[in-house]
């Protein structure tokens, strides 16, 4: 088994050791699946879960897709609030990300933020339509 494969089974169950009642099962697979997919360093996948009219949509590919070319990444998301807001959730997060060069000799990087975000179902589907701080995506500066 890679490390990768491992980083990304490891993701969901760190990610969700404090679900609430108040945490959908939706919001939980959500966010489990974009914690899964920067673990895997898969942009495309991570960036599905967003809703292209986002605000700084595209700076948040551009973000993740360097911080993807740079460095390895193991996720895990934990809920700290999950409110719902007529049909859309506003969910906070504590968002831990350990940031593996992939350049030999560079630091391992360990990073952790509370995030704010708002999830809509569009279509059959839930996205992300507000992410807030966007920067906290930003590649490592080695």
């Known amino acids: 088994m890679t490390r990768r494969q491992v980083a990304a089974m490891a993701a ?4 969700f050791g404090r679900l609430t009642a108040q945490t959908p099962p939706e919001i939980a697979e959500l966010f489990g699946d ?3 997919a920067l673990s895997d360093g898969r942009v495309a996948d991570f960036m599905r ?3 292209e009219s986002m605000p700084r949509y595209a700076e948040l590919r551009t973000l ?3 911080l993807l070319e740079q460095a390895e990444v193991s996720s895990s ?3 700290t609030n999950v409110e719902q807001d007529q049909s859309d959730y506003l969910v906070e997060v504590d968002w ?4 593996q060069a992939r350049s030999p000799g560079e630091p391992i990087d360990r990073r952790r933020g509370k995030l704010k975000c708002r999830a809509a179902r569009k ?3 839930w996205k992300i339509t507000s992410l807030s701080p966007v920067d906290f995506f930003r590649p490592p500066r080695y």
């Not at 969901?12 to 990610?15: K, N």
């Not at 831990?96 to 940031?99: C, E, I, N, T, W």
């Open 123 to 125: 279509g059959r589907a």
């Open 49 to 51: 879960h967003f809703d």
């Open 64 to 66: 993740v897709s360097a």
């Open 77 to 79: 998301v934990e809920f």
């Open 34 to 36: 974009l914690a899964a």
């Open 96 to 99: 831990l990300l350990h940031l």
């Open 12 to 15: 969901i169950p760190l990610g």
